[in-house]
Protein backbone atom coordinates (compact mmCIF):
# COMPACT_ATOMS: atom_id res chain seq x y z
CA UNK A 1 0.00 0.00 0.00
CA UNK A 2 1.03 3.36 -0.89
CA UNK A 3 0.71 6.44 1.65
CA UNK A 4 1.49 9.93 0.47
CA UNK A 5 1.76 12.94 2.93
CA UNK A 6 1.74 16.82 2.83
CA UNK A 7 2.19 18.11 6.12
CA UNK A 8 0.99 21.66 5.16
CA UNK A 9 -2.64 22.10 5.05
CA UNK A 10 -2.56 25.50 4.33
CA UNK A 11 0.48 27.87 2.90
CA UNK A 12 0.35 31.74 1.96
CA UNK A 13 2.75 33.10 -0.59
CA UNK A 14 3.19 37.14 -1.51
CA UNK A 15 2.34 37.72 -5.73
CA UNK A 16 5.73 37.40 -7.51
CA UNK A 17 7.00 35.56 -4.60
CA UNK A 18 8.19 31.97 -4.78
CA UNK A 19 6.68 29.19 -2.31
CA UNK A 20 7.42 25.45 -1.78
CA UNK A 21 4.78 23.07 -0.88
CA UNK A 22 6.13 19.67 0.49
CA UNK A 23 5.03 15.98 0.06
CA UNK A 24 6.34 12.94 1.41
CA UNK A 25 5.10 9.83 0.42
CA UNK A 26 5.89 5.70 1.36
CA UNK A 27 5.84 2.69 -1.02
CA UNK A 28 7.48 -0.68 -1.65
CA UNK A 29 7.84 -0.09 -5.41
CA UNK A 30 10.63 0.57 -7.20
CA UNK A 31 8.56 1.32 -10.18
CA UNK A 32 6.31 4.24 -9.84
CA UNK A 33 4.99 8.01 -10.72
CA UNK A 34 4.36 10.76 -8.82
CA UNK A 35 1.66 13.90 -9.50
CA UNK A 36 1.65 17.45 -8.18
CA UNK A 37 -2.60 18.56 -9.19
CA UNK A 38 -4.19 21.55 -8.50
CA UNK A 39 -7.72 22.45 -7.86
CA UNK A 40 -8.98 25.76 -7.94
CA UNK A 41 -12.20 27.25 -6.41
CA UNK A 42 -14.19 25.49 -9.66
CA UNK A 43 -12.94 22.54 -8.37
CA UNK A 44 -11.51 21.17 -11.28
CA UNK A 45 -8.61 18.85 -11.22
CA UNK A 46 -5.13 20.21 -13.22
CA UNK A 47 -2.31 18.30 -13.51
CA UNK A 48 0.55 20.38 -13.18
CA UNK A 49 3.39 18.47 -13.13
CA UNK A 50 4.77 14.18 -13.27
CA UNK A 51 8.07 13.15 -11.89
CA UNK A 52 8.83 9.34 -13.05
CA UNK A 53 10.54 7.72 -10.11
CA UNK A 54 13.47 6.20 -12.37
CA UNK A 55 14.27 9.59 -13.78
CA UNK A 56 17.06 11.69 -11.39
CA UNK A 57 16.38 14.89 -13.51
CA UNK A 58 13.59 16.60 -11.62
CA UNK A 59 10.57 17.77 -13.73
CA UNK A 60 9.85 21.22 -14.46
CA UNK A 61 6.72 22.82 -16.07
CA UNK A 62 7.18 26.83 -16.70
CA UNK A 63 7.10 28.39 -13.46
CA UNK A 64 6.76 25.06 -11.54
CA UNK A 65 9.55 22.71 -11.02
CA UNK A 66 9.81 19.73 -8.14
CA UNK A 67 12.75 18.70 -6.44
CA UNK A 68 12.34 15.09 -6.02
CA UNK A 69 14.53 12.68 -3.66
CA UNK A 70 13.99 9.27 -4.22
CA UNK A 71 16.27 8.05 -1.31
CA UNK A 72 14.41 10.43 1.29
CA UNK A 73 10.74 9.87 -0.73
CA UNK A 74 10.36 13.55 -1.01
CA UNK A 75 8.53 15.38 -3.51
CA UNK A 76 8.36 18.47 -3.05
CA UNK A 77 6.78 21.14 -5.49
CA UNK A 78 8.35 24.87 -6.21
CA UNK A 79 6.01 27.60 -7.77
CA UNK A 80 8.23 30.90 -8.73
CA UNK A 81 6.89 33.98 -9.35
CA UNK A 82 3.67 32.81 -7.94
CA UNK A 83 0.40 34.42 -9.53
CA UNK A 84 -3.11 34.93 -8.29
CA UNK A 85 -4.45 32.48 -10.43
CA UNK A 86 -2.25 30.03 -8.55
CA UNK A 87 -4.83 29.77 -5.39
CA UNK A 88 -5.83 26.88 -5.40
CA UNK A 89 -5.62 23.59 -3.31
CA UNK A 90 -2.22 21.59 -4.55
CA UNK A 91 -2.46 17.67 -4.37
CA UNK A 92 0.48 15.09 -4.21
CA UNK A 93 -0.33 11.93 -5.51
CA UNK A 94 1.85 8.96 -6.25
CA UNK A 95 0.69 6.33 -8.56
CA UNK A 96 1.38 2.31 -8.88
CA UNK A 97 0.56 0.15 -12.14
CA UNK A 98 1.45 -3.38 -12.06
CA UNK A 99 0.70 -6.84 -11.18
CA UNK A 100 -2.49 -6.37 -12.17
CA UNK A 101 -3.29 -3.05 -10.05
CA UNK A 102 -3.73 0.37 -10.77
CA UNK A 103 -3.50 2.62 -7.65
CA UNK A 104 -3.57 6.52 -7.49
CA UNK A 105 -3.09 7.52 -3.98
CA UNK A 106 -3.47 11.18 -2.89
CA UNK A 107 -2.29 13.29 -0.23
CA UNK A 108 -4.73 15.58 1.76
CA UNK A 109 -3.91 18.70 0.05
CA UNK A 110 -2.06 21.93 1.10
CA UNK A 111 -4.46 25.15 0.20
CA UNK A 112 -2.33 27.89 -1.06
CA UNK A 113 -3.55 31.61 -1.02
CA UNK A 114 -1.75 34.39 -2.80
CA UNK A 115 -1.22 37.70 -1.19
CA UNK A 116 -1.92 40.36 -3.91
CA UNK B 1 -12.98 18.16 -27.88
CA UNK B 2 -11.02 15.37 -25.34
CA UNK B 3 -13.31 14.99 -22.31
CA UNK B 4 -14.49 12.99 -19.28
CA UNK B 5 -18.24 13.76 -18.57
CA UNK B 6 -20.19 13.14 -15.76
CA UNK B 7 -23.75 13.09 -14.73
CA UNK B 8 -25.29 14.45 -12.68
CA UNK B 9 -22.88 17.11 -11.81
CA UNK B 10 -25.14 17.41 -8.75
CA UNK B 11 -27.53 15.38 -6.61
CA UNK B 12 -29.70 15.20 -3.92
CA UNK B 13 -31.70 12.17 -2.71
CA UNK B 14 -32.54 9.95 0.59
CA UNK B 15 -31.16 7.15 1.72
CA UNK B 16 -31.38 3.94 0.36
CA UNK B 17 -32.66 5.50 -2.87
CA UNK B 18 -30.61 3.32 -6.04
CA UNK B 19 -28.57 5.65 -7.92
CA UNK B 20 -26.28 6.02 -10.75
CA UNK B 21 -23.62 8.52 -11.57
CA UNK B 22 -22.58 8.40 -15.06
CA UNK B 23 -18.99 8.68 -16.74
CA UNK B 24 -17.86 8.44 -20.46
CA UNK B 25 -14.77 9.21 -21.80
CA UNK B 26 -14.26 9.87 -25.62
CA UNK B 27 -10.57 9.35 -25.69
CA UNK B 28 -10.55 5.78 -26.36
CA UNK B 29 -8.55 5.36 -22.68
CA UNK B 30 -7.95 2.05 -21.20
CA UNK B 31 -8.14 3.04 -17.42
CA UNK B 32 -10.48 4.62 -15.65
CA UNK B 33 -10.98 5.38 -11.76
CA UNK B 34 -13.55 6.90 -9.33
CA UNK B 35 -12.44 8.98 -6.37
CA UNK B 36 -14.40 10.69 -3.73
CA UNK B 37 -13.00 13.45 -2.39
CA UNK B 38 -14.05 14.57 0.94
CA UNK B 39 -12.99 17.81 3.36
CA UNK B 40 -9.39 16.76 5.28
CA UNK B 41 -9.12 13.52 3.33
CA UNK B 42 -8.18 14.14 -0.25
CA UNK B 43 -9.05 12.11 -2.94
CA UNK B 44 -9.48 8.12 -2.80
CA UNK B 45 -9.89 5.80 -5.03
CA UNK B 46 -13.09 3.78 -4.92
CA UNK B 47 -13.08 1.52 -8.08
CA UNK B 48 -10.95 1.42 -11.52
CA UNK B 49 -10.86 -0.31 -14.75
CA UNK B 50 -7.90 -1.22 -16.94
CA UNK B 51 -10.09 -2.28 -19.82
CA UNK B 52 -13.24 -3.73 -20.49
CA UNK B 53 -14.93 -6.17 -18.04
CA UNK B 54 -11.67 -5.80 -16.39
CA UNK B 55 -11.93 -3.27 -13.06
CA UNK B 56 -11.07 -3.79 -9.39
CA UNK B 57 -11.50 -1.98 -6.02
CA UNK B 58 -9.32 0.78 -4.68
CA UNK B 59 -9.05 2.05 -1.39
CA UNK B 60 -12.55 2.76 -0.27
CA UNK B 61 -15.14 0.34 -2.19
CA UNK B 62 -17.77 -0.53 0.50
CA UNK B 63 -21.14 0.36 -0.24
CA UNK B 64 -20.36 1.23 -4.30
CA UNK B 65 -20.54 -1.21 -7.54
CA UNK B 66 -19.15 -0.17 -11.27
CA UNK B 67 -19.42 -2.04 -14.26
CA UNK B 68 -16.97 -1.36 -17.88
CA UNK B 69 -19.23 -3.04 -20.55
CA UNK B 70 -17.99 -0.12 -23.22
CA UNK B 71 -14.16 1.50 -23.06
CA UNK B 72 -16.10 4.63 -23.07
CA UNK B 73 -18.28 4.20 -20.16
CA UNK B 74 -17.60 3.41 -16.37
CA UNK B 75 -20.97 4.19 -14.36
CA UNK B 76 -20.70 4.11 -10.22
CA UNK B 77 -23.30 2.62 -8.74
CA UNK B 78 -24.98 3.32 -5.16
CA UNK B 79 -27.44 0.57 -4.23
CA UNK B 80 -28.44 2.11 -1.23
CA UNK B 81 -27.32 5.09 -0.43
CA UNK B 82 -26.10 5.90 2.99
CA UNK B 83 -25.61 9.51 4.35
CA UNK B 84 -21.67 8.94 5.00
CA UNK B 85 -21.25 8.50 0.91
CA UNK B 86 -22.11 12.22 0.84
CA UNK B 87 -18.91 13.40 -0.82
CA UNK B 88 -17.19 14.80 -3.76
CA UNK B 89 -17.05 12.31 -6.90
CA UNK B 90 -14.63 12.12 -9.64
CA UNK B 91 -14.40 10.19 -12.48
CA UNK B 92 -10.92 9.91 -14.11
CA UNK B 93 -9.38 8.26 -17.43
CA UNK B 94 -6.02 8.28 -18.86
CA UNK B 95 -4.96 6.16 -21.97
CA UNK B 96 -1.90 4.42 -20.75
CA UNK B 97 -1.29 3.46 -17.10
CA UNK B 98 1.79 5.51 -16.52
CA UNK B 99 -0.16 8.57 -18.20
CA UNK B 100 -1.71 10.97 -15.40
CA UNK B 101 -5.62 11.14 -15.73
CA UNK B 102 -7.89 13.32 -17.08
CA UNK B 103 -11.02 14.01 -14.47
CA UNK B 104 -14.04 15.03 -15.13
CA UNK B 105 -15.92 17.88 -13.42
CA UNK B 106 -17.15 16.11 -10.64
CA UNK B 107 -20.17 15.09 -9.04
CA UNK B 108 -21.41 16.38 -5.59
CA UNK B 109 -23.60 14.32 -3.65
CA UNK B 110 -25.96 14.96 -1.24
CA UNK B 111 -27.98 11.80 0.58
CA UNK B 112 -30.07 12.91 3.43
Known amino acids: AQTVTQSQPEMSVQEAETVTLSCTYD???????LFWYKQPPSRQMILVIRQEAYKQQNATENRFSVNFQKAAKSFSLKISDSQLGDAAMYFC?????????????FGKGTKLSVIP | EAQVTQNPRYLITVTGKKLTVTCSQNMNHEYMSWYRQDPGLGLRQIYY???????DKGDVPEGYKVSRKEKRNFPLILESPSPNQTSLYFCASSLYSDQPQHFGDGTRLSIL
Open chain 2, 49 to 55: SMNVEVT
Open chain 1, 27 to 33: TSESDYY
Open chain 1, 93 to 105: ASLYSGAGSYQLT
